[in-house]
């Protein structure tokens, strides 16, 4: 070598020992020899690098204190054994306890642990209390949910309900006020923290058994079936025929979509012929004068200001099928579940276990399943004998009643009666209380008494014809008003352990009602549907709103017996499919419906379960990601026969020729066919519907765009603004020509590279901050964007409303597929994770792989529960005195 490495350039040898090493002294000697202004500039920018720095460090902590403690030691005070809480890579919990008591206790504080401010959101919003929280903004809400009286009702449900569900109900708000009780709202949510900056000095009250049961009101609400659909119909009828009404309502297809379950499914039915005459098909129906549609419009503008707590209301689907062992490549029962609800954040659901350590007679639990975060049990899932899986049966359990009223009196079978009247105070965070006047007839709540402009509406609302003080107003009818003991029905369907337990505990579901979904480990599969379903009289069919004053009009007072609901045990072809199609055939001797959904979903769903034959676990879970569109098929024929400029026009509708009709997110022609068709609504429809009545592109309009293909000349095709009068043929080449310049604008002047995905986009926001409009809170909560395929009336339901864009509104918020010969081979996902708090490592850690189509391992016995652990947490029982 030709030298040392003390000789090379740049060591520390190199350099000469009389040069001394510049320090901080002699850089602020150097620093204070600058000129002032440069000085000062560096002053400030320190400055606001600290700020910076400490404002880091400051948000870090206080996102990061909420989260959860998951491992070591907790005391819990009540427990009478020790609980272990078993979390997986996931963060799903799993807990192992002694007793009902104490695994409920354990439940309520690992759900408040992960999600307390997103039940406290929920309990001000069933109890109509938002405006404490939120200010005037929450008041629309507020006064609907106070004037229908949600809690009130969920009081007196507390008396119903059995000693065991109570006790139940009881330990769950004691393990959920033991967490609140330990720390401060800082300590619970990060939300908190924010909305106390902005001034509520807020502290969270101690949770209620009555806060779990009006939890239960929220689901009715948004599962309520066509309440909305009463109001569109009497408003389309203000300028159109009742038969091109009847155009946008389709009948349901029964030559083509095959219901749930045939006739002779109905096991043991008892079929009260006498209360089976009323709804007759062609009841009398009040006028629907300009007064009684303005008051009706209002009302739907009050509706339409309620919040999504579980989705958009009308409209919202699932997916349940179950297969026997002979369909099965097990040899034994596969049950498939992906109910449809809003796309929030964080989702409905929150997946967890409850077992005991020994089961027994006094300690039956052993289930794993979803959760409600502030509702005792598992709502869907599975135990060591059952699965079962829920979607909406969709009967019509609302009716809206006109009524005439005079000052505090209201008009019914020819005589004036007194109105019931209470009043109450709503208090509003930087505001003045509000006192809200509530009115009701024997029907129910007046609705439209919630205005702003309530003196306006009577005004605009006279009777024709009557005294001057006579006006409309709008009465509910709603079967969850009237108290019900469905939560026993929770805890009794995780501890059934049989086709009859399970029956059972089913007939106390009362609302809302539902498709259930069954399997076996003895191999039996089968169907029941539950819930009260009103028998009306004979002036009132349930499709429009009805005469109050015309006691013909009344419900019987009765509901459709529990042993007259359509049921089925291990039916003949070996599977049973629901997917909100109608439930069984026209010859049932009760009305539950002629709103069903067109079982688009349903028979496509059937179609592959005949062609698969045998299935595993994961052809189950790839038929929950079938993305064909039903439209597709009916329309992609017209829309090629259409004559267009070769070219530019032409490369979009080049797309569609060997189109498979599939929506994956990369896929050029859905996206192509899905802006065709958003158009094709706008084009048609628009110019003669209300704005919020116009087409959301779901399955009741694929089944009135394909009637009217085939009349070229139907009157609905004719654009109202043009003094020509337009065909079919006109509106599907300018949907074409328009939708080729949207996807050029949006995204390229190639077609080949265009994709659904990039208009189909999931974003997850917040129910209770994500619409702050204020930049940082919203990106504090909020997630996103995901680009997704499936859509509208495919099995895979990434719903999207065709009047506002193509996002998704509504999705799958969980998938599962339960393996009864094995659980431990079972799957499920959730929409976004188990965490309610944002920037959790759970909090979204599930949305990749739901958005990819895949799924989780389900472990379920005790030992697969732990080889899966990643953290266990064991809560203790507090010491005395403590």
């Not at 009398?284 to 919040?307: C, D, F, H, K, N």
């Not at 039916?571 to 959904?597: C, H, K, M, S």
């Not at 829309?639 to 530019?648: H, S």
Request: glycine letters at 10%; aromatic letters at 8%.
């Amino acid at each position: 070598m030709s030298g040392t490495m003390s000789d090379q350039p740049g060591s520390p040898a190199s350099v000469p020992p009389s040069t001394p090493r510049p320090g901080i002294r002699d850089w602020w000697r150097s620093f204070l020899r600058w000129p002032r202004v440069a000085r000062i500039t560096t002053y400030v920018v320190v400055g606001l690098v600290l700020v910076l720095v400490v404002a880091l460090v400051t948000g870090a902590v206080l996102v990061r204190r909420p989260f959860p403690q998951t491992s070591g030691s907790a005391e819990l005070a009540g427990l009478g054994a020790d609980v272990e809480v078993v979390r997986d890579d996931h963060g799903i919990p799993q807990l192992y306890g002694d007793s009902v008591a104490d695994l409920m206790r354990a439940q309520g504080y690992v759900h408040a642990q992960e999600r307390f401010f997103e039940m406290d959101v929920r309990r001000h919003a069933t109890a109509g209390r938002l405006a404490e929280m939120f200010g005037e903004k929450a008041l629309d809400s507020d006064e609907m949910v106070r004037t229908m009286g949600w809690r009130r009702v969920a009081e007196q449900e507390l008396a119903l309900i059995k000693p065991e569900t109570r006790a139940a109900l009881e330990a769950y708000a004691d393990g959920v006020n033991a967490y609140l009780d330990q720390h401060s709202p800082s300590q619970i949510a990060v939300e908190y923290t924010v909305l106390n900056a902005g001034g509520l000095d807020y502290r969270p009250e101690h949770w209620t058994a009555v806060d779990s049961l009006a939890w239960l009101k929220a689901m009715a609400w948004d599962l309520r079936g066509n309440m909305t659909d009463e109001i569109d119909r009497v408003l389309a009828l203000a300028d159109h025929s009742a038969e091109q009404v009847q155009e946008l309502y389709p009948a349901y297809p029964y030559g083509e979509h095959a219901p749930i379950v045939g006739q002779g499914a109905v096991v043991d039915g008892i079929f009260d012929q006498a209360a089976t005459q009323g709804a007759t098909r062609k009841p009398q129906r009040p006028a629907y004068t300009a007064g009684a549609r303005r008051v009706l419009s209002r009302l739907q503008a009050g509706i339409e200001r309620m919040p999504t707590l579980l989705g958009r209301g009308d409209g919202i689907g699932s997916n349940s099928w179950v297969v026997d062992g002979d369909h099965s490549a097990t040899g034994e029962p596969l049950l498939a579940n992906d109910p449809h609800l809003d796309a929030s954040l964080p989702g409905v659901w929150m997946q967890m276990g409850l077992h005991c350590r020994t089961v027994s007679e006094d300690c039956p639990l052993d289930v794993a399943g979803f959760t409600f975060s502030g509702v005792p049990g598992v709502i869907i899932g599975h135990n060591a004998d059952i699965a079962w899986g829920f979607t909406n049966l969709g009967p019509d359990v609302t009716d809206l009643y006109l009524e005439r009223v005079q000052g505090d009196r209201w008009r019914y079978d020819g005589k004036l009666r007194p109105l019931r009247t209470r009043t109450e105070t709503i208090k509003v965070h930087g505001g003045d209380d509000v006192e809200l006047t509530i009115r009701s007839t024997r029907h129910g709540p007046l609705l439209s008494d919630v205005s702003d402009q309530l003196t306006d509406v009577g005004e605009e609302a006279r009777v024709d014809g009557r005294p001057d003080e006579e006006t409309y107003a709008v009465a509910l009818e709603w079967t969850a008003l009237h108290p019900s003991a469905t939560a026993d029905a929770v805890l009794e369907l995780d501890t059934a352990t049989g086709w009859d337990s399970f029956r059972a505990a089913a007939a106390d579901f009362a609302v809302p009602a539902q498709n259930l979904v069954y399997a076996d480990t003895e191999g039996h599969i089968g169907y029941q549907a539950p819930g009260r379903i009103p028998i009306r009289k004979s002036g009132n069919d349930g499709l429009l709103p009805v005469a109050g004053w015309r006691p013909e009009n009344d419900w019987t007072g009765d509901y459709v017996p529990f042993d007259g609901l359509p049921n089925v045990l291990d039916p003949e072809e070996g599977f049973i499919v629901t997917a909100n199609q109608a439930v069984i055939g026209q010859d049932y001797p009760y009305r539950l419906t002629d709103d069903w959904d067109q079982g688009y979903r349903s028979q496509r769903i059937r179609d592959l379960l005949d062609k698969e034959g045998e299935l595993s676990v994961d052809e189950m879970l790839d038929l929950q990601l079938d993305d064909r569109n039903p439209m597709g098929p009916v329309l992609t024929p017209y829309l090629l026969d259409v004559d267009l400029p070769r070219g530019y026009y032409s490369d979009g509708q080049r797309l569609l020729l060997h189109w498979d009709f599939g929506q994956p997110a990369d896929s050029a022609a859905a996206a192509y066919f899905n802006v065709v068709w958003s158009n094709l609504l706008r084009l048609t429809f628009q110019d003669e519907l209300p704005e919020d009545q116009w087409p959301d592109g779901g399955d009741r309009w694929f089944a009135a765009v394909s009637h009217l293909l085939a009349t070229p000349a139907d009157p609905w095709w004719d654009d109202a603004a043009t003094d020509r009068v337009e065909t079919r043929d006109d509106i599907l080449a300018e949907a074409l020509t328009t939708a080729r310049d949207e996807l050029t604008r949006r995204q390229d002047v190639s077609a080949d590279e265009w994709s659904w995905g990039r208009l189909h986009r999931l974003d997850l926001h917040q129910a209770a901050l994500g619409e702050s409009g204020i930049g940082p809170v919203e990106w504090l909560v909020n997630r996103g964007t995901w680009q997704v395929g499936g859509g509208s009336a495919a099995v895979d339901a990434t719903s999207w409303d065709a009047s506002e864009g193509y996002a998704v509104t509504s999705a799958p918020s969980m998938r599962m597929v339960v393996s009864v010969g094995d659980f431990d081979k079972s799957r499920w996902i959730n929409l976004t994770g188990v965490s309610g708090h944002p920037f959790d490592g759970h909090y979204t850690d599930q949305t990749d792989l739901w958005a990819d189509g895949d799924t989780l391992p389900w472990p379920f016995t005790p030992s697969a529960v732990h080889d899966a652990a990643e953290d266990t947490l064991t809560l203790t029982p507090a010491e005395a005195g403590e």
